[in-house]
């Protein structure tokens, strides 16, 4: 144990994900002896981002203004949105440059254990996106795991009862793995999901 | 990429010792998203540490006052030093509860690759206070590794210059580990300091 505020510090960062005691101890050290580290900057962006980022009001997805850079940007395809459960998601998908479409992030995946149900999730508002009438297509990015994939069955039932074009990210063998190191669900949505050799 | 001081956040937490771009993404989001985590409380506790704590005046341990708490105990032995390299080290035998003597913090170990030799170390101030004359026995804690063994090495030539009763730390296998899993050095070294059985 430490005098007073050090190990005030060491705990503060050892509730952070990920930080365990020993960490957080390294941590407090590192910023106590190391004099160029910025501990004004740190306190200074911890208290700016609790002030001034905030949700989309369109999307869901992180912003420091009413709308995000995504759905701000008129190149984006209107008519195609991509619905994820977290921002995180959202930055993991555009690394790939492959999607040029709008995103809905859910703000989490159903999960009975934790006590969230499709009420605590952005839902209404992805309605409400798609009576708006112009999307033509909606791509369920949820995790592909049993959270992940309760929600996208949620939703497709919802979607497909209104009439909208649904897909699902594709399951299979993760690129660059070894066959025999697939756990046997991923292989089985990989036969599931072959393709014809053309 | 995040827009602006999420990413702004992001970096800051990435350059903190032993957080990698994937956890302090993972951090930052959870400061965004965890309603009850104190931020403030954080931002507060960083720049209050900076201002306040600082190296006790006599060992170099890390405290709120001129003194540490440890130098300032009159029940502590006077006559006993235990030199360590970092305040963390103070930590780590005060949990032992084996040793009621004072401390001498280093500051470091001597480590030529990185440029830091005797003279960057607390040193004078250790033979300031030897120079008192109350010090019967100096106990060099230093870890043990070739930095540590290096300023070991070094203290103990400068300590029995001045005739001062010099010791080490005893370097052997740890206990609660299996003798097959010791590295060579450790077997080595226990073997060095084996001890007759009565």
Excluded: W
């Excluded at 009001?57 to 009413?66: H, K, L």
């Excluded at 992940?148 to 990210?169: D, F, H, K, N, Q």
């Amino acid at each position: 144990m430490y005098d007073g505020i050090v190990q005030d510090l060491i705990d503060e960062f050892g509730r952070l994900p990920g930080i365990g005691p020993k960490s957080a101890q390294r941590i407090a050290f590192h910023i106590l002896q190391t004099q160029n580290f910025d501990v004004t900057r740190l306190a200074e962006l911890l208290t700016e981002v609790r002030e001034k980022v905030r949700f989309c009001e369109v999307c869901g997805n992180i912003t420091e203004q009413e709308r995000c850079s995504i759905c701000r940007d008129p190149r984006r395809d209107q008519t195609l949105i991509c619905v994820v459960e977290e921002p995180k998601d959202v930055v993991a998908i555009e690394r790939t440059r492959q999607f040029r479409g709008l995103y809905h992030v859910l703000g989490g995946a159903i999960s009975p254990i934790d006590g969230i149900g499709p009420d605590d999730l952005s839902i209404p508002a992805l309605m409400r996106r798609l009576g708006e009438g112009e999307v033509t297509e909606v791509i369920l990015a949820t995790d592909p795991n049993l959270e992940g994939e309760a929600t996208a069955a949620y939703l497709s039932r919802l979607l497909t009862a209104i009439e909208v074009p649904v897909s699902r990210l594709a399951s299979g063998l993760p690129v660059g793995g070894d066959l025999e190191f697939a756990d046997e669900v991923t292989l089985g949505r990989a036969f599931e999901g072959r393709r014809a050799v053309e």
